[in-house]
């Protein structure tokens, strides 16, 4: 596993914030869910809202705590940011929209490509913010859907990175 002293905190000079970067916990799963909604909400409002918060909750705890190694960014103490990573794939990937183009996102994905040979994510075709940062990351586009395989119905990107 990634030692996470190596970044533990990181310091934006432009915008003068601190950023932590810690595992989360199993305790963070309704704040990490919240902050999930939100971003999805703010960053892609076409998706439609099929679930409850306490449906979210529950998810995030029985199955994203479960399965992912889950790293989360605080700033002020509050978590701005989380990645849930397994073994070939990210599963979610998220920083609150006040804090995006800072740099967090890159190094949650740095932690979670770390140790990694070949690892995969879905990303809504409308996300084009998220493909483009995530094509940074070195990923590239493998296939497109129509969205029929996600409970959004929305088409999608599988996209794959692989350690050079």
Not at 95 to 122: K, N, S, W
Request: charged share 25%.
């Amino acid at each position: 596993m990634f030692d996470l002293r190596s970044v533990n905190a990181a310091y934006d000079p432009c915008n003068k914030r601190d950023y932590i970067v810690r595992p989360a916990k199993a305790v963070d799963a309704p704040i990490i869910a919240i902050l999930n909604r939100h971003v999805r909400t703010q960053a892609m409002p076409y998706l439609p809202s099929l679930h409850t918060v306490d449906e979210d909750v529950s998810y995030f705890t029985d199955n994203v705590f479960r399965d992912c190694r889950v790293t989360a960014a605080e700033s002020a103490g509050q978590i701005i940011a989380f990645c849930a990573a397994r073994v070939g794939w990210i599963d979610h990937l998220y920083v609150d929209p006040e804090f995006q183009g800072e740099g967090i996102g890159t190094i949650l994905m740095r932690l979670a490509l770390h140790d990694q040979a070949d690892v995969r994510l879905l990303v809504f075709q409308r996300n084009t913010k998220a493909i483009t940062f995530y094509t940074k990351c070195g990923f590239r586009e493998v296939e497109r859907s129509d969205g029929a395989g996600n409970e959004e119905r929305e088409p999608d990107v599988l996209m794959q990175w692989k350690a050079r």
